[in-house]
């Protein structure tokens, strides 16, 4: 029997997401707007998967997950969050969790999300408040390693990194969520990219450079099969 996460529950409430509104100045590519919705009871694992248990989750399944998640030393902590876990990954090892122990584990929904990483407040900015995130969330470190979880205080509601450390992985695609509050297209060279079927991650990680990206309202998307050393995911549980 795998061992299950720590589970906080989160009560049923009213959030107002995409609070305080976007800077206005800021060069980011998914700009949000404000809006209120019901977020019904939920269960939250109070850190993200680690490397260990999705380790373990390789090693009991046979599943083939990236090498460089072995590999890699700035992933050699069994406390590290886990790494280079695309979606689909992180959907597998929710669903195995989900059938090992009968219970509803998945991955968070965008709501969910923010309303567990606001922690109780209101229209703040981070899950501690308004103060700057120097010395309370693991970032501005791209040629570092990820801190172990809970390397950093809760936030109200006891959940620990709900920003930084390790972007985490949200149930919905893109275009679900933001509907007619599209994303600006992002361009190269070469091609179009629409992020618009992309999953959404939310909280930012280790390697982030602009403070914005932690704010509690920010949201980002990427492929459903990208294995990315700053994407992991935490579990939600249905209540």
Known sequence: M??????VRI???TVCLGVPSFPPHST???????????????GVSRFAVTVGEYLCFADVTGY????ALRTDPRFSDPRAPAAFVSWIDAVRYAQWLAR????????????????AARGGLEGKKFPWGDDPPEGRADFQNPQGSPRPVGSFAPNGFALHDMCGSMWSWCEE????VVKDDRAKM??????????????????????????VVLQCAYRHEDPIDGRFDCIGFRLALTL
Do not use: M
């Open 186 to 211: 992002c361009y190269d060279d070469t091609q179009i990219r629409d992020v618009r079927l992309n999953a959404i991650c939310r909280g930012g990680s280790f390697k982030t450079p602009d403070p």
């Open 11 to 13: 009560p049923a409430g």
């Open 2 to 7: 795998p061992q299950e996460p720590e589970i």
């Open 28 to 42: 980011l590519p998914h700009p949000w707007k404000q809006r209120q919705t019901v977020v019904p009871e939920f």
């Open 100 to 115: 090992e122990t009968g219970r509803p584990y998945r991955l968070l929904r965008d709501a969910e999300y923010e309303r």
């Open 173 to 176: 695609c893109y275009d679900q």
């Open 64 to 67: 083939a997950i990236a090498d």
